[in-house]
Structure formats: C-alpha cells, structure tokens
C-alpha cells in the first residue's frame, strides 16, 4: 500500500473491487499525534459523534464511538492517541478526494477495522488536509435471481445515532410519499429499510437533503475591502484548484525576500461586530459571500507598482490615512488577511489597510518556531515600514 502526500489516494491493484458507501451521520476529526485520551473524551461527551478520524502525518484512521471508548478503558488519560492505540502498527483507512471513487485491493479488509472504511479528504490553499465526508468500503454490485439488486460489503457497526425501522411495504396498497426508493420497493415486493435520524450534528452530508443553492452574486448582499500586503512566506506554486489567486506556504523561502500585491476580501453586510464569519467546521457547507467573508482575488505586484499604487489610493482616500496589521503566532495568510478586512469595517476605518504578513507556521505547537521565525522578519519589516 503506497500513500502519496500530492494525490490523497492509496493506491493497491487487486482482483476486488470496491466502492464507498458514504455516511451521512455526525463525525469528528483528531490530530492524533497532538491529542489526549482525556481531551478526546470530553469532545465525545460533549457532543454525540457516530464517526471518529484519527489523523497522523502520514494517514487516516476511522472509528466508530463506541469501538473507540472500549479502546480507551485500558489506557492511561494522558496518552496520546496515536500511541494508546497503537495507530503506527494499524492499517490506515483508505483516502480519496472524490466520493464516488472506486479502489481495489488484494484482500478485502477486515471487518469492524479502520481498513474497511474510508475517508474522503482534500487539501486547503495552505496545504493543510480537511476531512469532507466518511464511508465504508463495500464490492461491487451484482444481480440475483428476479433482479434484485445486492450489494456485498463488510458487516461495519452500527453506532448509536439513528433508529432503524424494518417495514414491507404492500404490494398493492399506494403508498402517500412515493419516492423513487420506495415506487421500486414496491414494484419488486422487497424490505426497505427507512431511517430516522435523531439528532443532526456534524459535518458528514446533510442526511438527503439538497444543498443550499448559491445566491446570485449580483445582488450584493456583501462589500469588498481591497487589503494591500506585505509579506516574506514563500508562494506556493499555481495549481487549476487557486482559480488564479495567489497563495503563501507557513514558511520562509530561499532566499527570502518581501512579496508584494493586492488582496480582495468579501464581508457580508450582515457582518457582526468583532466576528470573521467563516463556515463551521463541523458542518459542511458551501462558502456564500453573502454569509461568510472570502478572498475574491490576490493578485502579485511588484515593489514599485504597490508602492505607487498604494500611494494613489491613500492619496484619494478620506483623511490620507493608512494603518499596517501585523498578526500573532499560529496565523496563515488567508485568515490574517481575512481580520485585516474585519478590523477595517468594524472600525470603519476611511484609509487605507495594510498587511505584513510574517511566515508563522500556522500550528498551535510551533511557538517556539513562531518566535524564532518573526525575530528574523524585523530586519524586512523595518524598511518597509520606513518606505515612503
């Protein structure tokens, strides 16, 4: 099994083939390697989670809740999870970026294990993995005798969450709601099986229902705040998914040296004070700039071009003011630029605002690399600010 950090796919030829059954119930993801046994529990206490991603550098692993807190009776607290549970000696669960992707594989996994699941993930602007649905592996289907289909696939649990009801339809009797699902139950006489859920939490597909539409841009229910930046992150390399922005890594490049441009942020207009409206993590849901600030357009300029730029508009601005935002530790560019566009409309501010940018890493456990990181940005920050 070979996992490749560019493609998020195991890749494993063999004689079965399976598809992903995706699961539309709650699920919750961990940094294995940064996460306790203790922290993990009162997350699940909190909040009813069916589906549980244990995530490492290298890979994915999915649990249900309940196999993870049997898991957890014979484990000291204060365990990370990725050693209590030996992640290092499991078999990962496989990863795709799509939710009808097909994977093959010599041997068909074992049932109730990680291995017999599947998680779809993608990667953000900054590189960073984020978790979109989850599923069980499942073969491929055939056709019995009178034309029902069936579909093969491992006996997965079925945690707590939703209440099944097992019902037959009549034959003849018309049913009230009839959706495609049951008019073929019907026709064929067959078991379906109908599920009620009892609660929704999480952020796995909405259970069925469509999802929101986009609202049409042109009505304008969000203002564009033009924030001019600074920064010395390296830039990451274009890919068809930026849609032409531009985008900076969590780190220094080599040489180092100053970036500069112009970045468009999105705010509703129903923007609350002191808040950067972003989607939920533990919902799935669409960006709308109606609701939820977004980067429009980044585009580069180069020294002379920002600087004259930067002159005009600060020159045709009320009052000829500019103010200069310089972020803490554990930001990325993009949430940096985002608070820069919030602090401008919440304090209404008539000028101009600028952003430096330094290179944090982005990671709660990296201070002492932050610290070390915007010592070395002063000698860049200094005659920037000096520039007139």
């Given at each position: 099994m ?22 539309a ?48 009776e ?19 669960s ?28 993608s ?30 696939r ?15 339809l009549p ?7 009839k ?10 006489g067959?078991f ?28 304008k ?29 969590n ?19 129903k923007h ?12 799935l ?44 530790y554990?930001v ?9 566009a ?23 456990s ?13 000698k ?9």
């Amino acid at each position: 099994m070979v996992y490749s950090s560019t493609e998020p796919t195991f890749a494993v030829e063999g004689p079965v083939r399976l598809s992903i059954r995706i699961d539309a119930r709650s699920f919750v993801v961990f940094d294995a390697e940064r996460t306790t046994i203790a922290r993990a529990l009162i997350v699940l206490g909190a909040q009813r989670f069916v589906w549980v991603v244990l995530q490492t550098e290298q890979a994915f692993f999915l649990f249900s809740r309940d196999e993870l807190r049997k898991l957890f009776e014979k484990a000291k607290r204060s365990s990370l999870l990725v050693a209590a549970l030996g992640l290092a000696k499991r078999r990962p669960s496989v990863v795709v970026s799509r939710r009808d992707a097909k994977v093959s594989m010599e041997v068909m996994p074992a049932d109730d294990t990680p291995a017999c699941r599947a998680v779809v993930a993608s990667k953000n602007a900054a590189g960073e993995w984020r978790v979109l649905a989850v599923g069980t592996l499942r073969k491929a289907t055939r056709t019995r005798a009178g034309g029902v289909r069936v579909t093969e696939r491992p006996a997965v649990p079925q945690p707590a969450g939703r209440e099944f009801v097992r019902r037959r339809l009549p034959a003849k009797k018309a049913v009230a709601r009839k959706t495609p699902a049951k008019k073929a139950a019907k026709k064929s006489g067959r078991f379906v099986i109908i599920a009620r859920k009892r609660f929704g939490f999480g952020f796995g597909e909405s259970g069925g229902q469509p999802r929101p539409e986009k609202k049409d841009e042109n009505a304008k229910d969000y203002e564009t705040v033009d924030v001019f930046y600074a920064t010395d992150r390296e830039q990451k390399a274009a890919t068809s998914a930026d849609n032409g922005l531009v985008t900076f890594l969590n780190q220094l490049p080599d040489p180092v040296q100053l970036s500069y441009g112009v970045c468009s942020v999105t705010v509703p207009r129903k923007h609350k004070l002191g808040k950067i409206e972003t989607p939920s993590i533990w919902t799935l849901k669409i960006q709308d700039r109606s609701r939820h600030f977004t980067i429009s357009a980044c585009a580069p300029r180069t020294k002379g071009e920002f600087f004259n730029q930067l002159r005009e508009r600060i020159g045709n601005s009320q009052g000829q003011s500019c103010f200069v935002f310089i972020h803490g530790y554990n930001v990325c560019f993009e949430d940096a630029a985002m608070r820069t566009a919030q602090l401008t409309k919440d304090l209404k501010f008539p000028g101009v605002p600028i952003l430096y940018s330094w290179a944090s890493a982005h990671r709660l456990s990296s201070y002492s690399q932050d610290e070390e990181t915007v010592s070395l940005t002063i000698k860049r920050l200094t005659p920037f600010l000096r520039t007139r």
